[in-house]
């Protein structure tokens, strides 16, 4: 009997975990270890340099950044469960030192020291995301969206995941420079 409550208890667990991800913005899929490398090659992330995974799944992004690239990286995940997973691959990966998993709301993260920002997210977060991107980057700031186009952004570069989805590489252009005199 008490066997069977337990199994109860998880499937319930278990379902209600299902139907809350249903509920979010961006369904999970995982990204394939070729995909990831292109979308490194394709950001052009540097050593030094810090990059976001919003909604970074399990975290594989974040590793191979940190790892690969000698950069530092944040992922930010909304479900306990994969940023339980996003922590393990870190911490395993041994990039502890370079990489971090926030658990966290993607909309809410302060992403203005970010040099690259990495997406693969639904055409819905992407329209959510598009202004927040805009105001918080800094010049020379780049993106990185897998599958979906950013919504009122111009790619530089449009590159192939293994898949053959798009992957879209977007830059926030350098301040314009005003003629007006400064006062100082």
């Known amino acids: 009997m008490i066997f069977w409550s337990v199994i109860a208890f998880l499937g319930l667990l278990f379902g209600g975990w299902v139907i809350w991800n249903f509920s979010l913005d961006p369904m999970w899929q995982p990204t ?8 490194l ?14 909604g970074c799944g399990d975290g594989r992004i974040v590793a191979a950044a940190a ?38 709301n993607m909309y809410e993260e302060d992403l203005s020291d970010a040099d690259v920002v990495v997406l693969f997210l639904s055409a819905k977060a992407n329209r959510k995301l598009s202004s927040k991107l805009r105001e918080e980057l800094g010049p020379g700031s780049r993106i990185v969206s897998y ?31 005003s003629n007006e005199p400064r006062l100082d």
């Open 147 to 177: 599958y979906h186009p950013l919504p009122d952004w111009e790619p530089r570069q449009v590159g192939r995941s293994a898949d053959n989805y798009n992957l879209y590489l977007y830059c926030k252009p350098p301040e314009e420079q």
């Open 67 to 104: 790892k690969r690239r000698g950069a530092r990286a944040v992922g930010v995940e909304i479900d306990p469960v994969r940023f339980l997973v996003s922590k393990l691959r870190v911490f395993f990966g041994g990039v502890s030192s370079r990489a971090r998993i926030k658990l966290g």
């Open 41 to 54: 090659q394709l950001s052009g992330l540097e050593e030094g340099e810090l990059l976001y995974d919003l």
């Open 32 to 39: 394939d270890h070729v995909t990831v490398t292109r979308i």
